[in-house]
């Protein structure tokens, strides 16, 4: 072929292909033709098609030929099981460089292993070119000829052009194959979706209908597709405002519902009507707008939530009953426990009077002195109890007003330690009190701190075996003082700890040992501790004891704290540096910030120290 019409003949190859690359995303159609085409163009029997193993980097054989194979066995069979990786032989330098490779003859050709494997191929030459995708070469044309031929860079280079536009054949179908492959994982995804799934054109009508929407709206996908969506799901009454926003939108582009979550109302053909949950958005396609949706059916939702409502006010109602029962109760206990005061108040009074030798009401034997003073001890319990049960309904650390004034911690313990030990007297308890040279004072109300380390040590007692000792220890450790009153009592079970400061709460050791109160003490103590900014703690070992701990804030000292006559000045009750108790009897308060020094004292209930 002389040169001129040869090159009209490659442009006319070129466009041709050209053409066909840009019409077609069918890669293995394409590339067949082109090597029908080549083969006749340059009068060579054979073309061949080398593409990408399914696994690694390998390049493996399509089997797609141009030209009588059934004429060259040989050629065929060796070619079916080589593989070329990418850098070796003849395939893979095409592969590792881009580049086409020209083999003049490859009986003498050391790339072209096939020569070596087969002795009668019955080919002598043979090139190869890539075909180039956006992602490198993606694949391998080959051609052969029964006779040896020199390289013909004219040819290569047009073909290697060539390689370049059947590389977007390939680009094509890869992303045809994604997009289908995206339009099938959509697909399953709408009807696998536990939602209703529908989708509409610009005209209103329904395009997507799923498994869902069927059983959702009780109707048939062929019976729904081609409806208008406003008749078919939407109830009468709300028609015409769908119809209204889906023209405005297509006319304005703004629409109030697209991309929100909607509570409204559905409607099945029978007429009836259920509450549903929709989503809604737009997509342009193909230059028109269509509408697709999520719909949710609400019933169950909204069925619980009514018997939440519903529950939930039931409950309120019930807060309410308890709350005035609670109150009830409050003014119950009140009534009473004032009712009891008074004549208790009076029976005490005339107790004393008669236990007092001293004004001669009564001369008492010595049994009769004991019987005497049982009654004055169940008196005075019973009273504790009457003050305990009056304590707790106005006891509230929220509510409660407290007179604080600097109080010394040692009158304090002293103090709830005396009563306590009057109290006790029959129990056989020593008290052990130490008081550490930080604890000086706090600000607080006397009185309702002495009551609180009462209710610390009188539960001591009652949880502590006849004789045993009780120790105070009062100690300072930043702007915080502990009173920690500790017991080799029974201790308490790890499961009740937590619940001990609950009102009216007994131990199951109290319950089977008879253990008297009603369990209003420690529930006092933690109110009063809380009303002074500070707290009630336990720690307790079953069959070893218990340290019950009051924790009280001490604020940091300024110039007119804890001076006698300033802003929060120290108060005194029952006499000047000291508190009177039950019998009348004034006990001094150590003082170990003014001292200096650690103070411990002993108090033993059979000495004269708490010979009340």
Known sequence: MAGTQRDAALVALFDEITTLAQASDDFEAAAHATLGSVCELIGW????????????????????????????????????????????????????????VWSRDVTADPLFFRAQQERDLRVRAAFAFPVVAADGVAAVLEFFSEQAAERDEPLLRMLTALGHQLGRVIDRQRVHQLVEG????????????????????????????????????????QEALGRLLHETIVPPRYRKAEEA?????????????LGRRLELAGWR???????IEIVVWATREDGEWAFHSFVHDITDRRRAERALREAYEAEQATVARLKELDAAKDAFIATVSHELRTPLTSLIGYLEVMADADAGVVEASPP?????????????????????????????????????????????????????????????????????????????????????VGALLSNAVKYSATGTPITVHASA????????????????????????????????????????????????????????????????????????????????????????????????????????????????APDPAR???????????YTRTHDI
């Open 477 to 588: 450790a930043g702007q915080q003082v502990a009173i920690a009153v500790t017991d080799t009592g029974a201790g308490i079970d790890a499961d009740e700890l937590p619940h001990v400061f609950e009102r009216f709460y007994r131990t199951r050791y109290a319950h089977e040992h008879a253990i008297q109160g009603v369990g209003l003490g420690l529930t006092i103590a933690e109110a009063i501790a809380e009303a002074h900014g500070g707290t009630v703690t336990a720690v307790s070992t079953p069959g070893e004891g218990s340290t019950f701990t009051l924790n009280l804030p001490v604020p940091a000292p300024g110039p007119d704290r804890g001076r006698p006559g300033g802003p929060g000045g120290r108060r005194t009750a029952g006499g000047v540096g000291g508190r009177t108790g039950r019998a009348g009897r004034a006990v001094p």
């Open 269 to 275: 053909p029978d007429g009836s009507e259920f509450p």
């Open 182 to 221: 995206n339009r099938h994982r959509l697909r399953q995804l709408i009807e696998t979706s536990m939602e209703a799934f529908i989708s509409m054109d610009a005209s209103g009508r329904i395009t997507e209908w799923n498994a869902v929407a069927e059983r959702m709206f009780d109707r048939p996908r």
């Open 595 to 605: 001292d200096g020094h650690t103070y411990t004292r002993t108090f033993d209930v």
């Open 368 to 452: 009769g002195r004991r019987m005497l003073d049982a009654m004055i001890r169940n008196a005075a319990r019973l009273q504790d109890l009457v003050e305990d049960l009056l304590a707790i309904n106005s006891i509230n650390p929220d509510r409660l007003e407290v007179d604080a004034a600097p109080v010394p911690v040692g009158e304090i313990v002293e103090e709830a330690v005396r009563v306590t030990a009057a109290a006790a007297r029959d129990s056989g308890h020593g008290f052990q009190v130490r008081l550490d040279a930080g604890a000086g004072h706090v600000p607080g109300d006397r009185d309702l701190l002495v009551r609180a």
């Open 45 to 100: 029997p054979l073309g061949h098609l080398w593409v990408p193993a399914d696994l690694g980097d390998d390049f493996v054989s399509a089997d797609i030929w141009a030209g009588s194979i059934e004429d060259f066995p040989a050629l065929r069979e060796v070619t079916l099981r080589t593989l070329f990786s990418p850098g070796t032989g003849t395939i893979g330098q095409v592969v590792t460089t881009g580049k086409p």
């Open 245 to 257: 926003g889906r023209a405005r939108f297509l006319s304005t582009g703004r629409s109030n519902v």
